[in-house]
């Protein structure tokens, strides 16, 4: 993922909020994604955002876009244990014929 | 039952063997991927078809080959392994069409290490 840059690890307290930080490059994407992938398993859409959109708030997550900066950020509220995983920002690429992933950011909560 | 299956979760091999892994999907997807995982590197596309007469490279298909054999199949071959293919392998499949949102599935992955 060198076109999405992500930092590699985030530690945050139980209950405290985590952000996530992403920069992508193509500007004319009309999505940008976060996965999540749990330990041992495969990555799973976690939320998207049209590029349309400011924010996006889903119970605990808030998604920012910042399309002049090219940022995307993911925002947890009250991080429990379960949030802990790696977390990927995504942006489709040639008219979503492929998807280019960051290099993930690894979350973890401290009880 | 998963949607996207891979086979063998895990595999020790020996440099210079032959290893082929494994993708079925029960989603009714055209498209489908391989995508190999390395620590500090993220996820990295390796090959990718759109159905199954339709095969393209992606950014690391060097020693690495693929089969599309049905269009819920898709296999990954490593005509000759060596070390630094010891990685995390990744099959995941997508839907194409208007008013997509073209999300990936993904299986559950193939710990492979050559030694």
């Known amino acids: 993922g060198e076109d999405v840059e992500q930092s590699l690890f985030l530690s945050v307290r139980e209950g405290d909020s985590s952000v996530i930080n992403c920069t992508y490059t193509?500007?004319?994407?009309?999505?940008l994604y976060w996965y999540k992938q749990e330990p041992g398993a495969g990555l799973q859409l976690l939320t998207y955002?049209?590029?349309?959109?400011d924010m996006k708030q889903d119970q605990r997550l808030t998604v920012l876009l910042n399309k002049k900066d090219k940022h995307l950020s993911l925002r947890i509220a009250d991080t429990q244990t379960g949030d802990s995983a790696i977390y990927f920002c995504?942006?489709?690429?040639?008219?979503?014929?492929?998807?280019?992933f960051g290099i993930g950011t690894k979350l973890q909560v401290i009880p | 039952d998963a949607d996207v299956t891979q086979t063998p979760r895990n595999r020790i091999t020996k440099t210079g063997k032959r290893i082929m892994l494994e993708c079925s999907q029960t989603?009714?997807?055209?498209?489908m991927y391989w995508y190999r995982q390395d620590p500090g590197l993220g996820l990295r596309l390796i090959y990718y078809?759109?159905?199954?007469?339709?095969?393209n490279k992606g950014e690391i298909s060097d020693g690495y080959s693929v089969s599309r054999q049905a269009q819920a199949k898709f296999s990954l071959s490593l005509e000759s392994a060596i070390p630094n293919q010891t990685a995390l392998y990744f099959c995941?499949?997508?839907?194409?069409?208007?008013?997509?949102?073209?999300?990936?599935?993904f299986g559950p992955g193939t710990r492979l290490t050559v030694t």
């Open positions: 995941a499949t997508s839907d194409s069409g208007p008013n997509q949102l073209y999300e990936q599935y």
């Open positions: 193509d500007s004319s994407s009309t999505y």
């Open positions: 955002i049209f590029s349309n959109m």
């Open positions: 995504a942006e489709p690429l040639n008219g979503y014929q492929k998807v280019t």
């Open positions: 989603k009714g997807h055209d498209r």
């Open positions: 078809s759109f159905d199954v007469k339709d095969i």
